[in-house]
């Protein structure tokens, strides 16, 4: 019987009684701030009242930057708050536009006749 085998290969599709089907991509989690309710004016009056000065106590440059960073991002936070949202399905890269998606459809097209 070994003889008769040629090859053996696992594949990401199930089979029911409905016939074969591709597994379902596991959905990603994408991070965002969410600017539903953001408010300009708000926003920037937070910024003018942020206690910039405490970046003058470190000498490190890498260490105002952290400070710096932590304070700004404190106030967006309020603002505009991060959140995470799952994603079904596959996430495009921006290169990959409908022009990209018709010419690789025709490449695959041109294989399969081949």
């Keep these: 019987m070994a003889e008769y085998i040629t090859a053996v290969s696992v594949t990401t599709t199930w089979c029911s009684h409905t016939g074969c089907r591709k597994a379902k991509p596991m959905p990603q989690i994408v991070t965002a ?4 309710n953001f408010d300009e004016s708000s926003f920037l009056a937070d910024l003018g009242d942020t206690p910039w000065h405490t970046m003058d106590i470190f000498d490190s440059v890498n260490d105002k930057w952290e400070t710096w960073k932590e304070l700004f991002n404190n106030v967006c936070n309020i ?13 495009c ?8 998606r018709q010419i690789m459809h025709i490449r695959d097209q041109a294989r399969h006749q081949a």
């Design 33 to 36: 701030r969410i600017f539903n």
């Design 79 to 91: 603002h505009a708050p991060v959140k995470q949202f799952r994603v079904r399905g596959d996430i």
């Design 93 to 100: 890269p921006p290169w990959l536009t409908p022009e990209v």
